[in-house]
């Protein structure tokens, strides 16, 4: 179980303390996979969306992600504070109250929903509710603290903005809107895992099952390497269904070969063991920043074929 | 409540909070926030229904519109109740008034 927390010294909460609530590192992420999939629906489909109702909806996805963020430090605050990394977050530093937290989280989620339904359509603003709730309740308040599974399963979470970003556009989900579902939630693993091998004692201390806590960094890293695989096979699936062009597989493919360089790099390595040499954790934080490139020059190449006319598909199914 | 800060049970009223000059400060940027945040709210729905009231919007809720572009093999499902015949354009909507204008001219042409 996790330490009792200390009462956090008494501060006034200014703007910035209420954005960081939100979680806008992440924010960025699922906007911008939600542009993504808006415009590779408007490519691949034909269909067109008003582009202030675009903008609106854009902005509900962003309202939903910064609503789960707050949901989730609300919840999460006792285990914050013991864990150094995220000792400094707006509630375990006093800056702003629990109970606000879940309030805005709350009103966020309703206000996001609202405004994604008025800007598209109910299915849309349904997927971000659920996606909400998914964040918010079934990993946060479920999955983190009871399965070494948690980021895998809770992955799927951070998997749906492209999937309402297609939906806003045509009002279904077709095959191609889930490959870009599955593309983020096979990347979820090996980035966060990246990122937990470096960090497992911190999330020890607070009584966390990641992987690396419960089976051990050399699992961690098998386990890794064998997401990257499959992500590098998903990845590619774009051109056969039609979604991805030759831009899109050469980006894709390049990207691919250089995360199972560093995949296969941690597998063989050392990183997270008790003890490892520092450029073995080098290596695993390097692998986590070439993560979050590699998800955004992914998404970055489907957007530039799709918004700029140069999609040359290779195959269609 | 009473001027003298007695419930009607006889029971006191807790005393009003004495928030400090910092807190006070903080609590008024807060409120600005949320007022600016409401206002935001209240515009982007008003935004959203007049853009949808005018019809200028050209996503799937004006279905029919979509249903003759280019690249799209099968019409849109109809909502529920919906028959094909009432799914039509209206005549004035008709994605090829030339023809229609060629059928009148047709009519209007004196016999030879």
Redesign the interface.
């Known amino acids: 179980m996790t330490d009792a927390p200390a009462t956090p010294e008494k501060r006034y909460g200014t703007a910035g303390d209420y954005v960081q609530l939100l979680k806008p590192r992440i924010m960025m992420l699922v906007v911008f996979t939600a542009v993504a999939g808006l415009i590779a629906a408007t490519g691949v489909t034909g269909q067109s969306m008003n582009p202030l109702m675009a903008a609106i909806a854009v902005l509900a996805v962003a309202l939903g992600s910064g609503a789960a963020g707050a949901i989730n430090m609300w919840y999460d605050s006792d285990i914050d504070l013991v864990m150094t990394r995220t000792s400094t977050r707006p509630i375990p530093s006093g800056a702003v109250p629990r109970e606000e937290a879940i309030a805005l989280g709350m009103i966020m989620s309703g206000v996001s929903v609202l405004l994604m339904w008025l800007a598209s359509n109910w299915l849309a603003a349904g997927l971000l509710a659920f996606s909400i709730f998914y964040y918010g309740v079934i990993y946060t308040m479920w999955l983190k603290r009871s399965t070494p599974q948690n980021i895998v399963i809770g992955g799927g979470a951070g998997a749906f903005p492209p999937v309402i970003g297609w939906a806003a556009v045509t009002g279904n989900t077709p095959l191609d809107a889930w490959i870009l579902f599955a593309i983020t939630f096979f990347w979820t693993p090996p980035h966060f895992w990246a990122l937990s091998l470096l960090a497992h004692s911190e999330y020890e201390k607070a009584g966390v099952p990641m992987l690396p806590v419960t089976h051990g960094a050399k699992a961690t890293r098998l386990q890794m390497l064998v997401y990257t695989i499959v992500l590098a096979a998903v990845s590619m699936t774009p051109l056969v269904t039609g979604l991805g062009g030759w831009i899109y597989g050469v980006v894709t493919g390049v990207l691919n070969l250089a995360f199972l360089y560093f995949a296969v790099r941690v597998w063989r390595s050392h990183a997270g063991d008790n003890g490892a040499p520092g450029a073995d954790q080098k290596l695993a934080r390097s692998m986590f920043l070439f993560s979050i490139l590699y998800l955004f020059l992914v998404f970055a190449a489907l957007i530039v074929e799709h918004a700029a006319g140069l999609h040359f598909p290779v195959g269609g199914l | 409540m009473s001027d003298d800060g007695v419930k009607k049970g006889g029971e006191q009223f807790p005393e009003p909070a004495h928030l400090d000059d910092?807190?006070r400060?903080?609590q008024k940027?807060?409120n600005l926030?949320l007022g600016l945040a409401l206002l935001g709210?209240v515009f982007?729905?008003g935004?959203?229904?007049f853009?949808?009231l005018s019809g200028?919007?050209?996503?799937?809720?004006n279905f029919y519109y979509?249903m003759n572009?280019?690249?799209?093999d099968e019409a849109?499902a109809l909502p529920p109740g919906m028959s094909p015949d009432q799914a039509v354009p209206p005549a004035n909507l008709s994605p090829e008034p030339a023809a229609a204008d060629a059928t009148v001219d047709e009519e209007e042409a004196p016999e030879q």
């Open positions: 910092a807190a400060t903080a940027r807060r926030w709210f982007l729905v935004l959203t229904t853009v949808r200028s919007e050209d996503n799937k809720a979509n572009e280019a690249g799209q849109p």
